[in-house]
């Protein structure tokens, strides 16, 4: 699997198109989830993503500066398509080594579904919330000291 990394002003009209597309099918149809998903916060991220051999982006996420002077990175927007063939994992590793190499951060917090706790505590991420309601689906705040 080769893994695309792109600013937002590198991305192709192809690739926006089908990171949207992606996002919305997952996070706003399949979760019945209407929510503004085009939040301004793509300008200033670094995509990661790859496609598959239908030609539609299969896995994807973003990571942007959350607060520069504590040098705290975010991820958001983690969906795969193609689901048991470690995807999801291979791209929350690879979001890891972006943050630090590229955004020199020293945090990574990210806000997470409840069943997927597990997934982000194998990259390292422990929970330090309690659960929490967003668009009506159970969440909790993880970090990662770097």
């Known amino acids: 699997?080769?893994?695309?990394?792109?600013?937002?002003?590198?991305?192709?009209?192809?690739e926006l198109y089908e990171l949207l597309k992606i996002r919305q099918e997952i996070f706003v149809v399949e979760?019945?989830?209407?929510?503004?998903?085009?939040d301004g916060l793509d300008y200033q991220s670094i995509h990661i993503f790859n496609w598959n051999e239908?030609?539609?982006?299969?896995?994807?996420?973003r990571v942007f500066m959350r607060d520069s002077e504590n040098k705290v990175a975010q991820i958001g927007?983690?969906?795969t398509l193609e689901h048991g063939?470690?995807?999801?994992?291979?791209?929350?590793?690879?979001?890891?080594?972006v943050a630090i190499?590229?955004?020199?951060?020293?945090?990574?917090?990210?806000?997470?579904?409840?069943?997927?706790?597990?997934?982000y505590e194998r990259e390292g991420f422990k929970v330090v919330s309690?659960?929490?309601?967003?668009?009506?689906?159970?969440?909790?705040?993880m970090e990662k000291i770097i």
């Open 31 to 38: 979760q019945n989830c209407p929510y503004m998903d085009i």
């Open 77 to 79: 927007r983690v969906v």
């Open 130 to 141: 309690e659960p929490f309601l967003e668009d009506d689906i159970p969440h909790v705040k």
């Open 54 to 61: 239908k030609d539609r982006i299969s896995s994807y996420l």
């Open 101 to 119: 190499q590229q955004l020199h951060a020293k945090k990574i917090y990210l806000e997470a579904q409840t069943y997927a706790i597990g997934f």
């Open 1 to 14: 699997m080769d893994l695309i990394i792109k600013k937002f002003d590198e991305l192709t009209n192809k």
């Open 85 to 97: 063939k470690g995807l999801g994992g291979k791209i929350l590793h690879k979001r890891v080594e």
